[in-house]
Nanobody, 124 residues
């Protein structure tokens, strides 16, 4: 089992930045890929960014490419999502997730473990 705990969410004005963190514990060798997702009320989770834990290749959704950056510190078993130039439409619950094996796709059902989420609110 892998446990994931997100932090770093909060309220920010449009144009501002936030950095989300996701700390992993448990059987962390089960993590082939780490991803960040967000969910708007009443909607499915949207994949934003993913990173291979070994090698560090990264993938981004078009909606956040150029504004969000995923990174990791394997020594700390932590993955980050740096979010810049935030917009009110980025307001959502943000989740990190771990995939045991696969293609590091930005698809919700590819991931095996999920954090509890952290709220991001961007005001205009």
């Amino acid at each position: 089992q892998v446990q994931l705990v997100e932090s770093g969410g909060g309220s920010v004005q449009a144009g501002g930045s936030l950095r989300l963190s996701c700390a992993a514990s448990g059987y962390t060798y089960s993590r082939n890929c780490m991803g960040w997702f967000r969910q708007f009320p009443g909607k499915e989770r949207e994949g934003l960014a993913a990173i291979y834990t070994s090698g560090g290749n990264t993938y981004y959704a078009d909606s956040v490419k150029g504004r969000f950056t995923i990174s990791q510190d394997n020594a700390k078993n932590t993955v980050y999502l740096q979010m810049n130039s935030l917009k009110p439409e980025d307001t959502a619950m943000y989740y990190c997730a771990a995939e045991r094996y696969g293609g590091c796709l930005l698809i919700e059902n590819a991931y095996n473990y999920w954090g509890q989420g952290t709220q991001v609110t961007v005001s205009s």
